[in-house]
T-cell receptor, first 114, second 113 residues
């Protein structure tokens, strides 16, 4: 069973609010990722990190920001939520290096902005 | 760049039917190939993988063979169950220091009793 956790599982919030989605892993993985999953199921990489103090933009432009102050923690923040941010957000982690290493996913946070 | 094309769904089958979900890829070098499964309300989990040509990955009755000549990694199961209802994602990893998984768009499978 994967040791990667996301909180909250579900969040309904009003427009303009600041929110932080939490992601933590206990596997000591250097690499961590945030994916946005649209209703059509497709996954879009929005942020990733190679390790502490490393953050990179993904393939899909996002108004969210991330930080990586500790290896195990990779929170995602939206400074001012909008209805267009309504989506499922998935966090993942993997070992650095070898190309055949598995990515482990959290259960996701389903965000609804009203 | 790397890309994965998988069969569009949704796919609806009766229990005990044979399943094939097609997946083809474009990548530089010799990627590793994966199938992930996402059950309702959950995150993704690895179903099987293959790391070199002609390798066969298998798990829970599912199989996929890494075919370099056709750049394919089709997922098969001989007899599906209702509990196999989920979204299936094909993915590749070309490796290197900038490793990140490239996913297909996902295929929704529904198995009816």
């Amino acid at each position: 069973e994967a040791d990667i956790y996301q909180t909250p599982r579900y969040l309904v919030i009003g427009t303009g609010k600041k929110i932080t989605l939490e992601c933590s892993q206990t596997m000591g993985h250097d690499k961590m990722y945030w994916y946005q999953q649209d209703p059509g199921m497709e996954l879009h990489l929005i942020h990733y990190s190679y390790g502490v103090n490393s953050t990179e933009k993904g393939d899909l432009s996002s108004e969210s920001t991330v930080s990586r102050i500790r290896t195990e923690h990779f929170p995602l923040t939206l400074e001012s939520a909008r209805p267009s941010h309504t989506s499922q957000y998935l966090c993942a982690s993997s070992k650095q290096g070898a190309k055949n290493t598995e990515a482990f996913f959290g259960q996701g946070t389903r965000l609804t902005v009203v | 760049g790397d890309s994965v094309t998988q069969m569009e769904g949704p796919v609806t089958l009766s229990e005990e039917a044979f399943l094939t979900i097609n997946c083809t890829y474009t990548a530089t070098g010799y990627p590793s190939l994966f199938w992930y499964v996402q059950y309702p309300g959950e995150g993704l989990q690895l179903l099987l993988k293959a790391t070199k040509a002609d390798d066969k990955g298998s798990n829970k009755g599912f199989e996929a063979t890494y075919r370099k000549e056709t750049t394919s990694f089709h997922l098969e199961k001989g007899s599906v169950q209702v509990s196999d209802s989920a979204v299936y994602f094909c993915a590749l990893d070309s490796g290197g220091s900038n490793y990140k998984l490239t996913f297909g768009k996902g295929t929704l499978l529904t198995v009816n009793p």
